[in-house]
């Protein structure tokens, strides 16, 4: 178990919800993983990660899926891209299982 946090630490973090809109192999990154773009609606625009989710997805799985970015961490250098959010998913040791919603939502809702 981790350690306990208060409300105030989960309200500094924006996420959203956002739509992939592309996804392909990043081949020069060390370990198997996808480059993938998001659009997160008209305030942030299509924003870009390396995600490591090639164990559960194709990239045409995840073309179209509604997803859960952290959008206010700095910019990393992954490789040759720079990722410009964190996308969400659940860790298990047969591999990720990226978050979404399970109904329709806005591009760029705030997740509470």
């Given at each position: 178990?981790?350690?306990?946090?208060?409300?105030?630490?989960?309200?500094?973090?924006?996420?959203?919800?956002?739509?992939?809109?592309?996804?392909?192999?990043?081949?020069?990154?060390?370990?198997?993983?996808?480059?993938?773009?998001?659009?997160?609606?008209e305030?942030?625009?299509?924003?870009?990660?390396?995600?490591?989710?090639?164990?559960?997805?194709?990239?045409?799985?995840?073309?179209?899926?509604?997803?859960?970015?952290?959008?206010?961490?700095?910019?990393?250098?992954?490789?040759?891209?720079?990722?410009?959010?964190?996308?969400?998913?659940?860790?298990?040791?047969k591999?990720?299982?990226?978050?979404?919603?399970?109904k329709?939502?806005?591009?760029?809702?705030?997740?509470a």
């Open positions: 178990m981790k350690k306990e946090t208060s409300i105030k630490t989960l309200q500094k973090l924006d996420i959203r919800t956002g739509e992939v809109v592309k996804a392909e192999e990043n081949t020069s990154a060390n370990d198997d993983c996808y480059k993938v773009e998001v659009d997160f609606g305030e942030l625009g299509v924003l870009k990660t390396s995600a490591k989710v090639t164990d559960r997805y194709s990239t045409d799985e995840l073309v179209g899926k509604t997803v859960l970015g952290v959008v206010n961490f700095p910019d990393k250098q992954i490789a040759d891209m720079m990722s410009e959010f964190l996308l969400l998913g659940a860790v298990e040791e591999g990720v299982s990226v978050l979404t919603t399970d329709e939502v806005e591009k760029g809702t705030k997740i």
